[in-house]
């Protein structure tokens, strides 16, 4: 069974270009989360996805956008990049539905993509 | 607020050496305590979820347990693999994020 997918690995751009991010979740999962992970923040979350609709945003700026498509995959757009936008990004899939008081199985995260702003 | 407090920041321990981790917490409605294992520029790789107070979770050397307010992590006689950073998480009702604690770096010497 194929994992989460994340392309591309590594990417560099320039303070002020805009990025487009990819994550395939893994076959039958309609939820996904995007992270972005930092030394001093560590994990702080961005957006979660299911069945095409945002259900939840974290606390970061609007030039942090996403988008879920029909298959599930997603992608995550950053835009006038700043060095700070430096971080790994992680894409993470689940089973899980709109919460009815079942639990929650958790997030299967991918390898993430390594971005630095230069 | 959901919020996870994790300690050490850091823990060495040499080979055979057995420790505990502490994940502290605090959640509206757990829906689930998550433990995740993370290697140097990889992805956090899952290891257990754990739901209710009581409960305990067991995969080789690792051992996670849960009470009302915190979670442990038990390393029995760890290896030099065994070297992590080992992350927290917990989410609340809703549908909501997961919050990671800052983790814990595990260095197991030879």
């Known amino acids: 069974k194929a994992g989460v997918t994340q392309t591309p690995r590594y990417l560099i751009k320039t303070r002020g270009q805009q990025v487009t991010l990819s994550c395939s979740p893994i076959?039958?999962?309609?939820?996904v989360s995007w992270y972005q992970q930092t030394p001093g923040q560590g994990l702080q979350f961005l957006f979660e996805?299911?069945?095409?609709?945002?259900?939840n945003k974290g606390n970061f700026p609007g030039r942090f956008s996403g988008r879920q498509f029909s298959n599930s995959r997603s992608e995550m757009n950053v835009s006038t990049l700043e060095l700070g936008d430096s971080a790994l990004y992680l894409c993470?899939?689940?089973?899980?539905?709109?919460?009815?008081?079942?639990?929650?199985?958790?997030?299967?995260f991918g390898s993430g993509t390594r971005l630095t702003v230069v | 607020e959901d919020q996870v407090t994790q300690s050490p920041e850091a823990l060495r321990l040499q080979e055979g050496e057995s420790s505990s981790l502490n994940c502290s917490y605090t959640?509206?409605?757990?829906?689930?305590l998550f433990w995740y294992r993370q290697d140097p520029g990889k992805g956090p790789e899952f290891l257990f979820t754990?739901?209710?107070a009581g409960e305990e979770k067991e995969k080789e050397r690792l051992k996670a347990t849960l009470t009302k307010k915190e979670s442990f992590l038990h390393i029995t006689a760890p290896k030099p693999e065994d070297s992590a950073t080992y992350l927290c998480?917990?989410?609340?009702?809703?549908?909501?994020?997961?919050?990671f604690g800052t983790g814990t770096r595990l260095l197991v010497s030879p």
């Open positions: 993470a899939s689940s089973l899980a539905t709109p919460d009815r008081g079942n639990r929650f199985y958790g997030y299967t």
């Open positions: 076959s039958g999962h309609r939820s």
């Open positions: 996805y299911f069945s095409e609709t945002q259900r």
């Open positions: 959640v509206s409605g757990l829906r689930g």
């Open positions: 754990l739901y209710s």
């Open positions: 998480a917990v989410r609340g009702t809703g549908f909501q994020k997961l919050v």
